[in-house]
C-alpha cells in the first residue's frame, strides 16, 4: 500500500534538543574532515568485518547502543527531544535504521548524512511522520572518487522526497569544487531541490580559509548560505563569553563515547547514555567558552544572536 499522505512535519515540535554524534567511522574520507585520519574508509570497513567476530577492535573507540537502550534512556525522561545524529558516516553503525525507527516513535529526528549508503531498508523501515529531515553532505571530490555522481545523489533525493521525508542538501565550498557549483546547483533547482553553500574552514594550496575566498569566488556561493547567522558563523568568529545560554538544559551533546556534554565546546561533563544518567542544568548558565560555532543553539534560540561579541 502506498503511503502517499505521511510526510516530514511542517513544525518543529519538542521540548529539547539532544545533538548525537554517534560514531566516528565513516566510509568517507573527505580532504577537509574535522576529523582527520588518512586510513579511515579501510579502518571502517575493516572494524565493521572484524567487530562481527572480534567485538574489542573498535579503532575509534565509539560504543555501540541497541535501538531498545538508547530509546529507553530517551523516552525515560519523559520529554520530547529532538535528535540530530550525525557522525562520521550513521548509516554505517550497527542497527542504525532500526535506531532511527525506535526513536522516531516518540521523539522528532534529524539524520546528518553523506547519503552514500542504500536508503530502501531505511525507506521500507521508518515512517517520514517524526523525522524532521535528512541533513545531506554532497562532498563531491570523494564521492566521485568513489565512483558515485551527482545524478545518483540526485536519484535518492528525490526517492526520499517521494517517500515524503524533508531533505537539506549542501555543498562544501573546497576551493577546487567551486568553479562547479553553479552547475550543480543549477541541476538540483530543476528538480526542485535547493543547495546551500557551506564554507570550507582551513588550509588550501598554502592558503587559510574561509579568509582568502576571493570577492569572485564569493560571489558564486554567498546567496546560498541559508540565513545570516550561518553567513556570520561562516566568516566570523563568533562568541558569547559571559552571555547566558540556555545548553546544558535545552541542548546537550552527546559524544561517540556516550558522554553527554553541555555542547560542541563546552565539554562540562553532564552525564552518559551508557550509565542512563542525565544531569541537566536546573537553570540558565553563563556562556564559558571563547567560541561558539553552535548554529544550531543560537538558531534554536538558546543564546541570543544579538549579544554575540
Ligand atoms: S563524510 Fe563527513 S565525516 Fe565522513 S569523511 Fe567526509 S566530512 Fe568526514
Ligand atoms: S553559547 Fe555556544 S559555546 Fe557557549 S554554551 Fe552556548 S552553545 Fe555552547
Redesign the pocket.
Known amino acids: 500500500m502506498e503511503n502517499e499522505k505521511i510526510q516530514s512535519p511542517q513544525k518543529k515540535d519538542y521540548d529539547k534538543i539532544a545533538m548525537w554524534l554517534i560514531n566516528m567511522e ?1 566510509n ?3 580532504p ?4 582527520d585520519d588518512s586510513q ?1 574508509s579501510m579502518k571502517t570497513r575493516l572494524g565493521d568485518w572484524v567487530r562481527k567476530k572480534v567485538p574489542a577492535i573498535n579503532p575509534y573507540k565509539t560504543r555501540f547502543i541497541t535501538p531498545d537502550e538508547i530509546s529507553r534512556f530517551f523516552d525515560g525522561i519523559g520529554k520530547r527531544w529532538w535528535i540530530m545524529i550525525s ?3 550513521p548509516f554505517v553503525y550497527p542497527k542504525f535504521v532500526d535506531i532511527v525507527e525506535k526513536l522516531s516513535q516518540n521523539h522528532l529526528i534529524t539524520i546528518g548524512t ?1 547519503l552514500s549508503l542504500p536508503i530502501d531498508e531505511f525507506i521500507k523501515k521508518v515512517s517520514p511522520k517524526n523525522i524532521w529531515s535528512f541533513y545531506i ?1 554532497m ?1 563531491l571530490g ?1 564521492r566521485e572518487r568513489q565512483c558515485l555522481s551527482v545524478d545518483e545523489l540526485l536519484e535518492k533525493v528525490k526517492k526520499l522526497r517521494a517517500a515524503g521525508f524533508r531533505t537539506e542538501i549542501n555543498y562544501v565550498m573546497y576551493p577546487p569544487l567551486i568553479p562547479r557549483f553553479k552547475e550543480v546547483y543549477e541541476k538540483f533547482e530543476k528538480e526542485g531541490f535547493k543547495l546551500e553553500a557551506k564554507v570550507f574552514r582551513g588550509q588550501y594550496d598554502g592558503k587559510s580559509y574561509p579568509q582568502n575566498y576571493t570577492a569572485q569566488e564569493r560571489k558564486i556561493f554567498y546567496d546560498s548560505i541559508p540565513s545570516e547567522i550561518d553567513r556570520a558563523a561562516s566568516f566570523e568568529n563568533l562568541s558569547f563569553l559571559g552571555v547566558p545560554c540556555s545548553a546544558g538544559n535545552k541542548l546537550i551533546r552527546i559524544n561517540p563515547n556516550g558522554s553527554i556534554t553541555r555542547c560542541p565546546h563546552d565539554h562540562e561533563n553532564l552525564g552518559n547514555i551508557f550509565q542512563n544518567k542525565m544531569n541537566l542544568h536546573d537553570r540558565i548558565k553563563k556562556c564559558v567558552v571563547p567560541h561558539c560555532k553552535c548554529t544550531l543553539a543560537i538558531k534554536e534560540g538558546c543564546v541570543d544572536f544579538m549579544k554575540r561579541k
Open positions: 565513516c568517507f574520507h573527505c577537509y574532515c574535522f576529523y579511515r557522525g562520521g558516516e553523506n553532505s562532498h570523494e
